[in-house]
């Protein structure tokens, strides 16, 4: 609150109080990804364009990552779920992301917020490329390292592609049949793909 | 042109040549099919939206399926290509899917088209309907009574899952592996996996 205050007097303008700071630095968040995109975006540039101390937006926000995730007002932050499911054996990394995600997906609130989140990043040429940004930074370099073999950034990629698909056709699309299928027989078909993409071979034995 | 005319007259209104009509049918048939969903658009309730006779719109636009594929201006009418895919042997219906949508998909104005549709399908509650009812009639419900087996349903929709996935990575989002890849790398990867959830066990062997 105090590095609020002083920045407030410093600047010598009429301000309202912490959250109106809050609010001014996920505008500007948000502006300056949709403008330079998940990697361009930097959180001195945001600083500047809400005319605060780059120190006092790791304050309030932690790292871009968490900036980012405040912005689209997400319920999962996959960037944190992933450190935890690359924690267990690669063998049944596919099992357990498929898993993670319908198990997230199936809770209202997350659904909600995801559709959003999803929809506004798939609707138009100028978010698209914000999404893929934090996806790319934030999801599928960390599983490309633990994966680890030279076509490993192929690999998590043709995993996002299964998972895509999956909350496209269940979620948006509403495909009957991927509506009436349970968790658990989904999991059974999607993790085999999801696994041999991982950590299979191109053509199955 | 002269069924036009007769139309025309009988309606006693001032009116344009068969490009107007054609147009009126148009605007009728996108307006039935955002309020009534693809299934429940009837020619009968665009013919009357557009105030000509049902069997004008048959012999402007043929069937239902080809008038829907006039109001998205698709360059590509993947109802037709389908019947074409299902004539060959089912073993590899899943290669040849992937292959035949890479391939469409690689042409600039079906890339270009597709992605509006697509796009437009995905960003919102009142479109994505649309598109999911077209999708299960015209496509899902064909590949499903090739398959043939009980729970073709699901394994159609399973397939379609992997090909939304693949354009929304390779097209939508540009992942920067996806976008690298060859259409025969993709082929390979991708193939096994329509193929699996075509005739394929959900537990692999």
Redesign the interface.
């Known amino acids: 609150m105090s590095e609020v205050r002083a920045t407030k007097r410093r600047r010598g303008r009429p301000r309202g109080g912490a959250g109106d700071t809050r609010e001014r630095i996920l505008s500007a968040a948000t502006a300056e990804f949709a403008e330079a995109g998940y990697d361009g975006a930097t959180m001195r540039a945001i600083a500047a364009r809400a005319d605060v101390d780059a120190a006092l937006v790791h304050h309030y926000f932690g790292t871009k990552a968490d900036l980012f995730g405040a912005t689209i007002d997400t319920p999962i932050r996959p960037d944190i779920a992933i450190r935890t499911l690359l924690n267990g054996p690669l063998e049944d990394l596919g099992e357990r992301i498929v898993r993670f995600v319908l198990d997230s997906w199936e809770q209202a609130d997350v659904r909600r917020r995801g559709l959003v989140l ?2 506004a ?4 040429r100028a978010t ?2 914000v ?2 940004g934090f ?2 930074r934030e999801l ?1 370099e960390r599983i490309a390292d633990r994966v680890g073999t030279p076509d490993a ?2 690999r ?3 995993a ?7 909350l ?3 979620y ?7 509506r ?2 349970s968790v658990d ?1 989904l999991v ?3 993790a ?2 999801v696994q ?2 991982l950590t299979g071979d ?3 034995s």
């Open positions: 999803l929809r990043g798939l609707s138009s698209a490329p999404l893929a996806l790319a599928l950034a192929l998590a990629s043709l996002a592609s299964q998972i895509a698909g999956l496209v056709t269940r948006i699309l509403r495909l009957p049949a991927m009436a299928a027989d059974a078909w999607l085999p793909t041999r993409y191109q053509t199955p």
